[in-house]
């Protein structure tokens, strides 16, 4: 078993074995790699595991180094799953090794598989984050009457406001709604320069999907596609959303588009426990599955705790919503690329 580095030669293979093999997800694509290096400028080394001249094991790594968030090697950041996909065991012992190796090479505080399965019992582990998935069935009323009642109650509330559902070749319109939505929460924001890199890599596969009354921008998200499974990943909507139930119809209206195009799952992604967006997933009937994120401390001596629920970043986050928008989406970008 050989332990290679991906280079645009394998680019094609590796993209094959991730789209056949059931342990990989959409954020094993290779396109990350060009994604995280050309949006956020972290180094990545994307390793394979080869026998017989054959893929048989994939590992996509980034570093993140900050003076004020630290130092690590994930896999991968900016994405909900990733770890190691492997046909057997030997491929995913090489890649493990292969990983810690370079994880003490680099001296990082900590080696991270936000992975679907946890394989080390030794490492540390958070219970933080929970996915939300859920089959979609074959017919649009189907799955209309799938939804929780109250829930259901709020989709057809939406939908006599005469909410319209529109696909999108830019991201100027989700940039609006996304950003004012999380700046209302006193969260960083990504650039526009990585949802424009996202659309350019992964192309028809990354979708945007805007929501109006009229000339009114509601609400928009994009998604991501991956074999039968939708992914909606980014969102937000406007002020008015909330009054026009906005966002119910914008989940409803991308359920009911991936229904007819013939898609099985709807991937509603992570959220942390205790946060609205969990209830919110909760309300639509999606049950959570916890994500055991593994963690192998190299350097560190404890797990840092850059998340929004940590008490200590209260203060901040109420400054930065109290900080005008422009100012806001001008210096979130430079923090948001060290969280990862």
């Known amino acids: 078993m050989d332990i290679k580095v991906l280079t645009p030669a394998d680019v ?13 997800t959409f954020f094993h694509r290779s396109g990350w790699k060009k994604v995280i290096e050309k949006a956020f400028g972290h180094r990545c080394t994307f390793l394979f595991a080869e026998a017989d001249g054959r893929i048989q094991g994939v590992l996509p790594l980034a570093e993140v180094k900050s003076r004020l968030f ?17 046909e057997n065991d030997a491929a995913y012992a090489a890649l493990d090794k292969a990983a810690q190796d370079l994880a003490r090479q680099l001296a990082v505080e900590h080696l991270e598989y936000r992975t679907l399965e946890a394989r080390h019992p030794d490492w540390q582990h958070k219970e933080l984050y929970f996915t ?8 649009v009323d189907a799955n209309m009457l799938a939804i929780p009642r109250k829930q259901r109650a709020m989709v057809r509330k939406a939908i006599k406001f005469e909410l319209e559902g529109q696909l999108d070749e830019g991201i100027e319109r989700f940039f609006t709604a996304y950003s004012i939505s999380v700046h ?4 960083p924001v990504f650039s526009k320069k990585y949802f424009r890199i996202l ?13 109006v009354r009229g000339n009114d921008l509601v609400a928009s998200v994009m998604s991501f596609y991956f074999r ?6 980014y969102g937000g909507g406007m002020d008015i959303a909330r009054e026009l139930a906005g966002n119910d119809f914008m989940y409803w209206d991308l359920l009911r588009r991936a229904c007819e195009r013939g898609y099985k799952v709807f991937d509603f992604g992570r959220s942390k426990i205790g946060t609205g967006a969990y209830d919110f997933k909760k309300n639509w009937g999606f049950e959570p ?17 850059n998340n929004p629920l940590n008490p200590k970043y209260q203060r901040f986050i109420r400054i930065w919503q109290q900080m005008p928008i422009w100012m806001a989406n001008m210096i979130g970008p430079h923090i948001v690329k060290n969280l990862g």
Do not use: M
């Not at 209302?184 to 969260?187: D, F, I, P, W």
């Open 228 to 233: 039968d499974e939708v992914l909606p990943y």
């Open 289 to 305: 599955t916890p994500l055991p994120y593994e963690y192998q401390l190299v350097t560190a001596q404890a797990l840092p705790d």
């Open 12 to 24: 094609g293979r590796w993209d094959e074995f991730v789209l056949a093999s059931p342990n990989a």
């Open 70 to 86: 630290g130092h690590s090697l994930v896999s991968l950041p900016f994405c909900v799953y990733a770890g190691i996909a492997a």
């Open 184 to 187: 209302r929460l006193g969260t």
């Open 132 to 139: 939300f998935r859920k089959a979609i069935e074959p017919e």
């Open 199 to 211: 659309r350019e890599v992964f192309g028809a596969d990354c979708e945007v999907l805007t929501i």
